[in-house]
């Protein structure tokens, strides 16, 4: 099973908003509504942000969603903040699951 | 709270075999399946493979059938993850993380274990 498909990477100024998105198949992210995202600080281990497409665990700040279109899901985060600078990965669930090549945000 | 604690760091000659543990608390066991994610340095994360904490059924990577097993113990609350035949390119940190409320939703993970192969 492939990687899913991310940018490489993203920059964009404090307050503003960035939009990652995560490309798969009909048979992965386009066929099932299992796609979540992950948060990763360098060093340290991953941290769920937004699960079954848009849905955001307790604690996780609205400034972070999730969509879907198709085969591509995207992550938004608004007001980006200095803290924001991590590597994302989007993760599809299709019977097993497969993440994205990930993508990261600097906050310049 | 949840919390998942994994083995220590290890290092093994090509062609050995790792053994890494993950043990849960916080929660109830059998309630929730653990996924073993692995990323190699400087590159992304890597799925390899769940299992069932509570009738141990087991989904593997494509790129880790016939390498690897995993199990679990319920008295103990602890899952193993077994890679053999190890190769350089196995040099890793892994990760066990437990599947939430939704499947692939990893909502807990531990604090990962470092797995160096080197002759």
């Known amino acids: 099973q492939s990687a899913l498909t991310q940018p490489r990477s993203v920059s964009e100024s404090p307050g503003q908003s960035v939009t990652i998105s995560c490309t798969g198949t009909?048979?992965?992210?386009?066929?099932?509504?299992?796609v979540s995202w992950y948060q990763q600080h360098p060093g340290k281990a991953p941290k769920l942000i937004i699960f079954d497409v848009s849905k955001r665990p307790s604690g996780v700040p609205d400034r972070f969603s999730g969509s879907k279109s198709g085969n591509t899901a995207s992550l938004t985060i608004s007001g980006l903040q200095a803290e924001d600078e991590a590597d994302y990965y989007c993760c599809s669930y299709a019977g097993t699951s497969v993440f994205g090549s990930g993508t990261k945000v600097t906050v310049v | 709270q949840a919390q998942l604690v994994q083995s220590g760091s290890e290092v093994k000659k090509p062609g050995a075999s790792v053994n890494v543990s993950c043990k849960a608390s916080g929660y109830t066991f059998a309630s929730y399946g653990i996924n073993w994610v692995r990323q190699a340095p400087g590159q992304g994360l890597e799925w390899m493979g769940w299992i069932s904490t509570y009738k141990g059924d087991k989904d593997y990577g494509q790129n880790f059938q016939g390498r690897v097993t995993m199990t679990t113990d319920t008295s103990t609350s602890i899952v193993y993850m077994e890679l053999r035949s190890l190769r350089s390119d196995d040099t890793a940190v892994y990760y066990c993380?437990?599947?939430?409320?939704?499947?692939?939703?990893?909502?807990?993970w531990g604090h990962g274990t470092t797995v160096i192969v080197s002759s």
């Open positions: 009909i048979s992965d992210v386009g066929g099932y509504n299992y």
């Open positions: 993380a437990r599947d939430g409320d939704t499947p692939g939703g990893m909502d807990v």
